[in-house]
């Protein structure tokens, strides 16, 4: 089973409009990490934004906001007043043990989306 | 702060060859991770270095073969490329290896491509 699934290949929003780009993951691990990256055409990943899975609050940096709905399992990204500078894949991350104990951690990504802000 | 660099930018080998792909961290940064990403397989996990010693390795043949030096400086070697080892190899530095909140911040990447 795939540990992080983004089911949206392409999303399209009009530009200065919101968007949620959709994230659930899969995990029995009850201490894990939630990341947010974005990637231009450029190639290079730019990190935007982190959950906790003890985070009792939903984190939020600047335009961008996380859903996170922890029974659910899912950390949906909400972009607010989409730029054209926004057109970029975006992937989720889940950061998690590899072993009991916790000493050994592996970073595992979405397959992406690819989101294009219409003007 | 300078940001995670990676040398080269661009590189076309031909089968059988073998290629040196630099990363230098953030500074501060102790830990390096290196990506592979593919339009066919996504974001793979290759190796993660902390205090030259690799702490995680994914599931890659043993071509692949990378090194951390005493200034968080990271090296990955591919030795006998194959074509379907053309892609954009990633490095991502952190300040330390461990715990769920250990963000990764990542280089250009080295677009490789094998003839």
């Known amino acids: 089973a795939q540990k992080i699934t983004q089911t949206q290949p392409g999303m399209f929003v009009q530009e200065k409009e919101a968007v949620t780009l959709d994230c659930t993951y899969d995990?029995?691990?009850?201490?894990?990490?939630l990341f947010w990256y974005k990637q231009p055409s450029s190639g290079e990943m730019i990190f935007l934004i982190y959950?906790?899975?003890?985070?009792?609050q939903n984190a939020t940096e600047g335009r961008y906001s996380l859903n996170f709905q922890k029974a659910r399992k899912s950390a949906n990204l909400v972009i607010s007043a989409s730029q054209l500078g926004d057109s970029a894949m975006y992937f989720c991350a889940m950061r998690e043990t590899l072993n009991s104990g916790g000493s050994n951690y592996k970073l595992t990504f979405g397959k992406g989306t690819l989101l294009t802000v219409n003007p | 702060k300078a940001g995670v660099t990676q040398t080269p930018r661009y590189l076309i080998k031909t089968r059988g060859q073998q290629v040196t792909l630099s990363c230098s961290p953030i500074s501060g940064h102790r830990s390096v991770s290196w990506y592979q990403q593919t339009p066919g397989q996504g974001l793979q996990f290759l190796f993660e270095?902390?205090?030259?010693?690799?702490?995680n390795k994914g599931n890659f043949p043993g071509r692949f073969s990378g090194r951390q030096f005493s200034n968080s400086r990271s090296e990955m070697n591919v030795s006998t490329l194959e074509l379907g080892d053309s892609a954009l190899y990633l490095c991502?530095?952190?300040?330390?290896?461990?715990?769920?909140?250990?963000?990764?911040?990542f280089g250009p990447g080295t677009r490789l491509t094998v003839l």
């Open positions: 991502a530095s952190s300040l330390e290896a461990g715990g769920i909140t250990d963000t990764q911040y």
């Open positions: 959950q906790g899975s003890y985070d009792q």
């Open positions: 995990t029995s691990d009850p201490s894990y990490g």
């Open positions: 270095y902390f205090s030259e010693t690799q702490r």
